[in-house]
């Protein structure tokens, strides 16, 4: 029988937390009109009643959950009216993300996010723990997912003082300039004035500035600018580390994260230089990772980020840490036949791909460039595709796909090339998987 620790709970601020979430969706839920119907009084009644029928809710909730370690499995128990106890296997643990958002911050707490092989999401969060106490279960997680079977996870020992975020011999640092200069250099940032001009000039030749309309146009304006903004605060502060366990990032202003992306389940990395950003020699760098919860909804909890912004030498030498021996400028691309210009007339002459020593590597996009390199260990399957005009052209595309559900395609190779290229990736692929 295995050793079953005492339940513990999560912090007792924890209700706290999610009462003052609670607070912010009721007041969001409530809107403007319902304060107009039934006057402000009314209305502060409603939010403080919700907010504390949310509250108690939520202790009752705390009450009822907590978590340990039994044998080789992580229990996390929780329900309010239905008890449920969820059991996870650690040798399928792929990472355990530290997470403080902006209220854990202020609190000093932080939350734990597992991620499982084959998860639909990210499993059972535990929230909130101090950031002793997550660090310290976040080490003893991961330990106890690399040790054999029989061998016992040490126990949790909170460790007193500040912990380290980023450990580890510390790779680069993301300068929050570059980020910033980055975000006005896209699409979004440099059509704004204009947008500002012509949505002033409407107003001014209609003499229309009532509230709604104006309302209007703020959220119109927020919604372009969204986007920026939300990868500023995302990538905020970006660090990467290398450890025994694979690359540490930290990253985030309002809400930081901690993660460790495991190099033996990279699939594939891309590389992407924006239009606007190739004067200033920028780039961006992301991961396809195996095993992490491909149906997550909000895309921040995915470890893609490797490098948000930076030159050419930097993404270089980090390339070098996640695919040894990989040189960017070193790859062998081979462009397309002439003929694919009949399809694909402006951006046939960017378009290359090429067999490597350890991968194979892609490149395409006219306005926005792109390169997906692949290590043949990680290929799963190899498609070659043809549609009608490629037929006719005698022209096909090359798919290696991997277990991520990405890969790299070689767009209009000719078909005899294709074929043979097709072949090779196989048998390399077939072979990196034996000496593995």
């Known amino acids: 029988m295995p050793t079953e620790e005492p339940r513990q709970r999560l912090h007792p601020l924890s209700p706290v937390l999610h009462g003052a979430k609670s607070l912010i969706v009721v007041i969001a839920g409530l809107s403007w009109s319902t304060l107009s119907r039934v006057g402000f009084g009314w209305f502060v009644a409603m939010v403080v009643v919700l907010a504390l029928g949310a509250t108690v809710l939520s202790v009752v909730s705390w009450w009822n959950t907590g978590y340990h370690v039994v044998g080789r499995e992580l229990r996390i128990h929780e329900g309010l009216l239905w008890r449920r106890t969820r059991a996870i296997p650690l040798e399928r643990l792929q990472a355990v993300e530290v997470v403080r958002p902006l209220l854990a911050q202020l609190t000093g707490l932080a939350e734990l996010r597992l991620e499982v092989v084959g998860g639909g999401k990210t499993e059972a969060p535990l929230a909130y723990l101090g950031v002793a106490e997550a660090a310290a279960l976040r080490q003893r997680l991961l330990a106890a997912a690399g040790r054999a079977p029989g061998q016992p996870p040490a126990p949790v020992v909170a460790a007193a003082g500040p912990v380290p975020e980023v450990t580890g011999r510390e790779l680069h640092a993301v300068r929050k300039a570059d980020l ?54 995302d990538d905020w502060d ?158 096909a595309t090359v798919h290696a796909d991997t277990a991520s559900g990405g890969g790299a395609a070689a767009y209009d190779r000719d078909l005899a090339e294709a074929w043979a290229l097709a072949a090779e990736l196989t048998a390399r692929s077939h072979a990196a998987r034996q000496v593995r």
């Open 238 to 395: 970006f660090r990467l580390a290398r450890e025994d366990a694979g690359l540490r990032v930290r990253n985030g202003l309002l809400e930081t994260r901690v993660q460790t992306v495991p190099l033996d389940r990279v699939q594939t990395v891309g590389v992407t230089w924006p239009l606007l950003w190739r004067w200033k020699g920028w780039l961006r760098l992301r991961l396809e990772v195996a095993g992490y919860a491909a149906g997550e909804s909000d895309d921040r909890n995915r470890p893609d980020r490797l490098l948000p912004v930076g030159d050419l030498r930097t993404a270089e030498m980090i390339v070098d840490e996640v695919l040894p021996g990989v040189r960017l400028t070193a790859l062998p691309l081979r462009p397309p036949p002439a003929r694919a210009r009949w399809l694909r007339p402006l951006s046939a002459r960017v378009l290359g791909a090429g067999l490597g020593e350890r991968v194979f590597a892609v490149r395409s996009g006219l306005v926005t460039r792109q390169l997906a390199i692949v290590p043949y260990a990680r290929i799963q399957s190899v498609r070659v595709v043809q549609g009608p005009a490629q037929r006719r052209l005698r022209l």
């Open 180 to 233: 910033l200069v980055s975000q006005l250099l896209t699409p979004q940032a440099f059509l704004l004035p204009f947008g500002v001009v012509f949505v002033v000039a409407q107003f001014l030749s209609e003499g229309s500035w009532s509230f709604i309309a104006v309302a209007s146009t703020l959220t119109a304006m927020a919604g372009i600018v969204l986007q920026p903004v939300r990868r500023v605060l």
